[in-house]
């Protein structure tokens, strides 16, 4: 022991060497300590990242799952509206067909027509029933077999009168 004491006074140099060395070597350990340290972190946080991940996916696709059976259920319900809005439509054009054949005594389904039209002409200067007494009639008469008012081959009316 007395040997290595007097080494060390001997040689001061080597002496400071190693020291630098055994300091150099504590840096590194506790840098290496440090790092290890950080992985570990960082894999916890990874582990929690990866479970992050699946609960995303699954949430995605029970979205996924639910939005397609939504967009079924809103198809679905979107068709029985239009058929309810189509057979609304076809009753309403069958009674208005019903009501304008079978009304007034008349029957379009087999061609017979019970009710009689009056085909007779009044007589231009004649005034309708509503017209009030003294003023001049302005509505033409229709006769069968003539053209309408206003059609070609129709004569002209009269200066002052107009068609309704």
Same mark, same amino acid.
């Given at each position: ?15 400071? !060497? ?6 150099? %070597? *504590?840096?590194? !350990?506790?840098?290496?300590?440090? +790092? ?10 990874? #582990?929690?990242?990866? #479970?992050?991940? #699946? *609960?995303?996916? #699954? ?13 079924? !259920? ?13 057979? =609304?439509?076809?009753?309403?054009? =069958? ?13 379009? %389904?087999?061609? +017979? ?21 003294? %003023? ?29």
């Amino acid at each position: 022991m007395q040997r290595q004491m007097q080494y060390c006074m001997e040689h001061p140099e080597e002496i400071s !060497k190693m020291a630098n060395v055994q300091r150099k %070597v *504590d840096e590194v !350990k506790g840098i290496m300590m440090q +790092n290890v340290e950080q992985v570990l972190v960082r894999g916890e946080r990874l #582990d929690v990242l990866v #479970d992050r991940t #699946d *609960d995303l996916r #699954d949430q995605a696709q029970k979205f996924q799952r639910q939005g397609t059976q939504l967009r079924k !259920k809103m198809w679905w319900q979107n068709f029985r509206m239009q058929i309810i809005v189509v057979g =609304v439509v076809l009753l309403l054009i =069958v009674v208005v067909f019903l009501l304008a054949c079978f009304t007034g005594g008349r029957n379009c %389904v087999n061609g +017979n027509h019970s009710s009689a039209v009056a085909a007779a002409p009044a007589s231009p200067s004649s005034a309708p029933a509503w017209a009030a007494p003294g %003023v001049p009639s302005t509505t033409s008469t229709l006769v069968p077999g003539e053209p309408m008012p206003g059609q070609p081959g129709a004569t002209p009316t009269p200066a002052g009168h107009k068609l309704l």
